[in-house]
């Protein structure tokens, strides 16, 4: 069974940084590419970041300069390293398999980024 859990969401003024982990259970890290997505009520969930098995990288245009994905495929885990946000990041923000993937997995719960001042 696959699990993914993510954490390090926290309350940050504008212009703070926090850096979110997502570990994964149950498959062959290594194998597949990930991202990360985020999701504010009423809206779809996008996709923020993703990154290659080859560690290739890619951010949204909304997200450029500021953050930054990466991996650790001994450690199963998806970091996302969030700098410079802004209010509209506050979101809820989740991993799963990124673009090119074979399938995508159940959501996690996903870790909740509340920029304010």
């Known amino acids: 069974q696959v699990q993914l859990v993510e954490s390090g969401g926290g309350l940050v003024q504008p212009g703070g940084s926090l850096r979110l982990s997502c570990v994964a259970s149950?498959?062959?890290?290594?194998?597949?590419?990930m991202g990360w997505y985020r999701q504010v009520p009423g809206k779809q969930r996008e996709l923020v970041a993703s990154?290659?098995?080859?560690?290739?990288?890619h951010v949204a245009d909304s997200v450029k300069g500021r953050f930054s994905i990466s991996r650790d495929n001994t450690k199963y885990t998806v970091y996302l390293q969030m700098n410079s946000l802004k209010l509209e990041d506050t979101a809820v923000y989740y991993c799963?398999?990124?673009?090119?993937?074979?399938?995508?997995?159940?959501w996690g719960q996903g870790t909740q980024v509340t920029v304010s001042s």
């Open positions: 799963n398999s990124g673009p090119g993937a074979s399938t995508q997995w159940a």
């Open positions: 149950g498959i062959t890290f290594s194998m597949f590419p």
């Open positions: 990154i290659t098995t080859f560690r290739t990288t």
